[in-house]
């Protein structure tokens, strides 16, 4: 008996490995073949300027997408991260502007607003039992009103803080090697990336959301305090938030109070289309990343293209519905 | 337990301050809807001053602001109450239907209205008509005979002189881009094919090669602008139809580095734009009298509780201005930060 159990599992095991490598080869192809298209039909699609605009375009929603990432692997939902991007580009804008704080304490209060707005969430959905969806949703009002009310339902500039428009659009590497001149922007999402897949592939938070999104009955009866780690995880997905936020207030010069309705969804779009099941338990950093480089590919393609922008709105959401049925045929097969 | 109790603490805190903070803007504005509901349709009552509630397309942007406080200084001068309000986005129409449901059910003596989709608010409007209730367009205005006057810039004229000033600076011919923040409200498709038109008869040697929309959103409309230049290094000149899609275009021109080498002419005005045209990043601007329209609504209003006739078109008027004049007397007024 215990031969046949071997014989079997190792085949599905395998098949398993194989599974997932194809779908992460999915996505990546899909990218590939974008760019390729978009290559033959225009050269001015292929420039390394225009490389770096596609890389700068997909930093602030690549970042939500990552901390979106962590919660749907919960199989929960986060729709308030655009707003609260809002909000912590508001308050690193209250930081630096109307207080004079240098600016990596701006920083930092950015990063601290993200979290706490992420903190709230995820107690409401873990003590408080509201559905994600719901706690989320409220999370997004909250912050969008907040962001409108502490800011005077007016854009705070950074203009007396020179340096801070740098913090995306400088570039240090152009500085060390001259003649590489990539914005920040481009190593922050990078470098966001990294972090977030080290956090999800080899720490325990990581290894909770998987588990939490597998079976959350399960982990919760083999000892683990499952309503700590989702609130830590809602958290976590909040910083990334935080980070957006002080991101989209560098590049704009300026935290605009209005903006953020809409970037939750382009984030877990991005999200879906590489891979990551809506029904949790699985997804990858590398999957997100690729999604979000997807869809600023073809944002920016179609642009030089001059293809009417109501057709490029048509192509994404194709592309989404796409990316979860062959998911669901993956799924299928196994 | 102690969670929870934190976290209903901090819940707590949040409501409140959000409760505070959300009753500290209305009362900062002139506003007292309470005595203001019983106010007579005719207006003609000392004791309580006419309530004219003031329906805006929206409140965030700042260009909304200044309406509000021209409609606020209004309110001042003639001695009367006013609300404003306006719904999040310019998409939302059912939230401006509400209002202005809710605006007719308070039997206010007349309403300064700005449709974000006039066919939508029919109804309301043949209600409004029948209590006697006037009506007053304003900015984008109604799409309708029920309104006795609208107070707006022309948008089409106002964007046929950004035109003119582009093929001027541009030498009359070669690429120019345009940037606008929707297809579907009367300002984005006004400002739109006032330019285009304009372009098309005046100007046949300069050629549009793209006409994009960014909702107004600043970051979507800074990608948007980078990818048009990117796949046209000899446009000369790029048009900003308002203020999110002008401060896009900026930040494109900037990040590409292509500061002077491209003409860019934008709307409205705003700090980042005001700088930029100081700087000589922007060529110039259209700016309307955004101030204006919200004074002239409510002093139309006004007018009409009192019987007067009034002009079917109040023109608020609109200028140019460049780094020559944006300091003038004529210009400064109508600028807002």
Known sequence: ?334 | MKTHKVLFVLMAMLVVFALAAGCAAPAATTTDTSSATTAPATGSDAAAKPYIPVISKGFQHQFWQAVKAGSEQAAADLNVDITFEGPETEAMVDKQYEMLQAAIAKNPAAICFAAVDSKAMVPLLEEAKTKGIPIIGFDSGVDSDIPLATAATDNIAAAALAADKMAELIGDSGKVAVLVHDQTSRTGIDRRDGFLNRMAEAHPNVEIVNVDYGAGDQLKSTDLAKAVIQANPDLKGYFGANEGSIIGVLNAVKELGKEGQIVVIGYDSGQQQIDAINSGAEAGAITQNPVGIGYKCVEAAVKAINGETLDKVIDTGFFWYDKTNIDSDQIKPLLYQ
């Not at chain 1, 095991?13 to 033959?40: E, G, P, T, V």
């Not at chain 1, 596609?54 to 990432?69: E, H, P, Q, S």
């Not at chain 1, 879906?272 to 099941?277: A, D, L, M, Q």
């Not at chain 1, 990343?289 to 709105?313: D, F, H, K």
């Open chain 1, 1 to 334: 008996m215990a031969t046949t159990d071997a014989a079997t599992a190792a085949p599905k095991k395998r098949s398993l490995l194989r599974a997932d490598a194809a779908q992460k080869l999915l996505a990546f192809s899909a990218l590939i073949l974008i760019f390729i298209f978009f290559s033959l039909a225009s050269p001015f699609f292929r420039t390394p300027d225009n490389i770096s605009s596609i890389l700068v375009a997909t930093a602030v929603n690549g970042v939500l997408a990552l901390g979106v990432t962590f919660v749907i692997i919960t199989a929960g939902i986060d729709l308030s991260v655009g707003t609260v991007m809002t909000l912590s580009a508001v308050m690193t804008g209250v930081a630096v502007t109307n207080q004079g704080l240098p600016v990596p304490v701006g920083i930092v209060v950015g990063l601290l607003t993200g979290t706490t707005a992420g903190l709230l969430s995820g107690l409401m959905i873990a003590r408080m039992k509201i559905p994600p969806f719901i706690a989320t949703l409220g999370m997004m009002m909250i912050a969008r009103g907040l962001s409108l009310v502490i800011s005077g339902v007016k854009p705070i500039y950074f203009n007396d803080t020179p340096g801070f428009r740098d913090i995306m659009m400088g570039s240090v590497v152009g500085a060390v090697i001259p003649g590489f001149s990539v914005p920040n922007a481009v190593f922050i999402l990078f470098g966001a990336s990294l972090v977030a897949a080290f956090i999800l592939g080899k720490t325990v938070l990581g290894r909770y959301a998987v588990a939490i999104g597998s079976n959350e009955e399960a982990t919760r009866l083999s000892g683990v305090n499952v309503a700590n780690w989702k609130t830590a995880i809602y958290a976590l997905g909040g910083a990334f938030s935080g980070l957006a936020g002080v991101m989209i207030a560098s590049r704009l010069n300026s935290a605009q109070p209005a903006l953020g309705i809409g970037y939750e969804l382009e984030a877990i779009a991005a999200v879906v289309i590489g891979g990551t099941s809506l029904s949790g338990g699985e997804g990858t950093i590398l999957g997100t990343l690729i999604g979000a480089l997807i869809i600023s590919t073809l944002t920016n393609g179609l642009r030089i293209l001059s293809v009417p922008q109501e057709w490029q709105m048509v192509i994404t959401g194709v592309i989404v519905v796409l990316a979860v049925y062959l998911d669901i045929i993956r799924r299928r097969g196994r």
